[in-house]
């Protein structure tokens, strides 16, 4: 059974401050990684995809990489009371399929 | 550029009826998807079409029926409704092909209540 790991939260930050969301898989074989938000009773929304090792930024986001140790990260930076929502990651192997995680709950206080 | 949409946002149904639920996408995706979200148990594949004209199961399809009506139209049907069916359903869409290609794309959601 090919699964996703996220713990379910809730992570509290003050803003401003950095959040650290984490992910881990089990299929060495996952090619492509993603990072979706979603806000409660809204759908989920792609913010980041990844698919080599290392870092990639995009504005307050940073989505890390680490095949070896099975495991993505999600860095958001500065972060802000709008940021507070669940962070699903999701993983592609060799088919049509994502696998999701249950999602992290994120709470940005003021 | 509508994205993923779906009809109906909101429905109630009683134990046993039937319904449809519609998703269209305008963005030229070969592959579509009907999701299930519950508390506590994340997205659940219920069905998805890699093409026009192919089906698979997912994880739960138990009580579900598909039809990969166009390119574009991916209906989900409940027979028989349950009340374990209560749920939000969400469809999404994606390109075929590797790395990023694979991000799949969300419609609004629709709410069921099944009483």
């Known amino acids: 059974q090919k699964e996703v790991e996220q713990n379910s939260g809730p992570l509290s930050v003050p803003e401003g401050a950095i959040a650290s969301l984490n992910c881990t898989y089990s299929?060495?074989?996952?090619?492509?990684f993603f990072w979706y938000r979603q806000y409660s009773g809204k759908s989920p929304e792609l913010i980041m995809f990844?698919?080599?090792?290392g870092d990639k930024e995009d504005g307050r986001f940073t989505a890390q990489l680490n095949k070896a140790s099975q495991y993505v990260s999600l860095l958001i930076r500065d972060s802000q009371p709008s940021d507070s929502a669940t962070y699903l990651c999701?993983?592609?192997?060799?088919?049509?399929?994502?696998?999701f995680g249950t999602g992290t709950r994120l709470q940005v206080f003021p | 550029n509508a994205g993923v949409t779906q009809t109906p946002k909101f429905q109630v149904l009683k134990t046993g009826q039937s319904m449809t639920l519609q998703c269209a996408q305008d963005?030229?995706?070969?592959?579509m998807y009907w999701y299930r979200q519950d508390p506590g148990m994340g997205l659940r594949l219920i069905y998805y079409?890699?093409?026009?004209?192919?089906?698979d199961k997912g994880e739960v399809p138990n009580g579900y029926n598909v039809s990969r009506l166009n390119k574009r139209e991916f209906s989900l049907r409940l027979e028989s409704a349950a009340p374990s069916q209560t749920s939000v359903y969400f469809c999404?869409?994606?390109?075929?092909?590797?790395?990023?290609?694979?991000?799949?794309?969300f419609g609004p959601g629709t709410r069921l209540l099944v009483l």
């Open positions: 999404a869409s994606t390109l075929e092909g590797g790395g990023p290609s694979r991000a799949q794309y």
């Open positions: 299929d060495r074989g996952s090619q492509s």
């Open positions: 990844i698919y080599s090792n």
């Open positions: 999701a993983v592609n192997t060799d088919t049509d399929k994502l696998i």
């Open positions: 963005m030229n995706h070969n592959s």
């Open positions: 079409s890699a093409s026009e004209g192919t089906t």
